[in-house]
């Protein structure tokens, strides 16, 4: 089993900027894919961004140029950089990993909230 501890959100202003991290309790460097995903109330939990071991990215459309996600093996982090952010980009977020894409083994962190509103 794999534990997911994210840390940061809170309340920020229209273009502000926020990151989350999220700490693994075991190595991620084998892992597939490593992200983020967020879910706002009566929405479905959707891709923010994520990345895979071989260093590619995928973000969702609307969070392109404004977000950046980062991979640290060595830290076991998965760090999400969000700027520019908007009232939109409410919701609770969380971090999660699929160690292998040839099985269906999927970890989740809690939820941390992120609030934009002025």
């Known amino acids: 089993q794999v534990q997911l501890v994210p840390s940061g959100g809170g309340l920020v202003q229209p273009g502000g900027t926020l990151t989350l991290s999220c700490k693994s309790s075991?190595?991620?460097?084998?892992?597939?894919?490593v992200g983020w995903y967020r879910q706002a109330p009566g929405e479905e939990r959707n891709l923010v961004a994520r990345?895979?071991?071989?260093?590619?990215?995928d973000y969702a459309d609307s969070v392109k140029g404004r977000f950046t996600i980062i991979r640290n093996n060595r830290k076991r982090t998965i760090t999400l950089e969000m700027n520019d952010l908007q009232p939109e980009d409410t919701a609770k977020y969380y971090c999660?990993?699929?160690?292998?894409?040839?099985?269906?083994?999927?970890?989740w962190g809690r939820g941390t909230q992120v609030t934009v509103s002025a």
């Open positions: 999660n990993v699929l160690p292998s894409k040839y099985y269906d083994e999927i970890y």
């Open positions: 075991a190595p991620i460097d084998d892992f597939d894919s």
């Open positions: 990345t895979n071991a071989d260093g590619m990215t």
